[in-house]
């Protein structure tokens, strides 16, 4: 899953196992005078993955366990 932040400048792969695997940063936003924006915008875009990934489980188990659901926060 891809999460983005300042409107697609930042953008982070997560894989299932919410590791990271790819972050991509457009030139544009790397100034050394504002490091504090770009880092977080960097974990904006993680949190961003993190939730679609969290989505993708959450569906997939639910096609696994036949719609029974699991208890919440076990992911």
Do not use: Y
């Not at 983005?4 to 544009?28: L, Q």
């Not at 005078?33 to 880092?39: A, I, K, N, P, Q």
């Amino acid at each position: 899953q891809i999460g983005f932040a300042g409107g697609g400048k930042v953008k982070v792969t997560m894989n299932g196992a919410n590791e990271i695997v790819s972050i991509s940063i457009a030139p544009d936003v790397v100034r050394p005078e504002e490091t504090d924006l770009l880092e977080d915008l960097v974990l904006a875009a993680c949190r961003d993955a993190r939730t679609k990934v969290t989505a993708m489980v959450e569906s997939e188990m639910k096609k696994v366990t036949g719609g029974m659901g699991l208890p919440p926060g076990l992911f």
